[in-house]
């Protein structure tokens, strides 16, 4: 097994591992994969995925004022139960990276996803298609959020 599945497999287990978030960003950049930048951004930045259900469905989150729904309590419109909860910061992309994704319906939660890699994709794939200068901004620490 190469080192690139060796640490998507362990990020799998560990989602909240940044320091393999960066390993595994470093890497891809060093292939030439254009989602490195934004896999390592992920890492400094200590971002990961939502997951809203054990299993499946992961997600970033657009605002630090949303909250989302665990399967507990009441009954949610899907026919499962759902509880409203606070959101964690490292679930939360900042504005300039959330607004790359605006194109999604909901004003807080990003497109659902079945795994955590698809997502982390996805967000990686969004931060290759910012300008140079919003990449810099990011990771400079100018993380101002959408509220």
Request: proline share 6%; net charge negative.
């Amino acid at each position: 097994m190469d080192t690139v599945e060796s640490l998507h497999k362990y990020l799998d287990d560990n989602p909240a591992d940044a320091a393999a978030r960066c390993a595994l960003g470093d890497l891809l950049t060093e292939s030439g994969d254009p989602r490195g930048p934004g896999i390592a951004a992920l890492g400094r930045l200590g971002k990961w995925p939502y997951q809203r259900v054990s299993g499946f469905n992961w997600c970033f989150v657009y605002s630090r004022s949303a909250t989302c729904a665990r399967p507990e309590a009441s009954w949610g419109r899907f026919g499962y139960p759902v509880k409203a909860f606070a959101v964690q910061e490292c679930w939360v992309l900042p504005k300039l990276w959330a607004e790359m994704a605006a194109e999604s319906a909901n004003l807080f939660v990003g497109p659902v996803f079945r795994g955590r890699r698809e997502t982390e994709d996805w967000a990686a794939d969004l931060f290759a298609k910012l300008p140079q200068s919003s990449q810099d901004l990011i990771l400079a620490g100018d993380l101002v959020y959408r509220d």
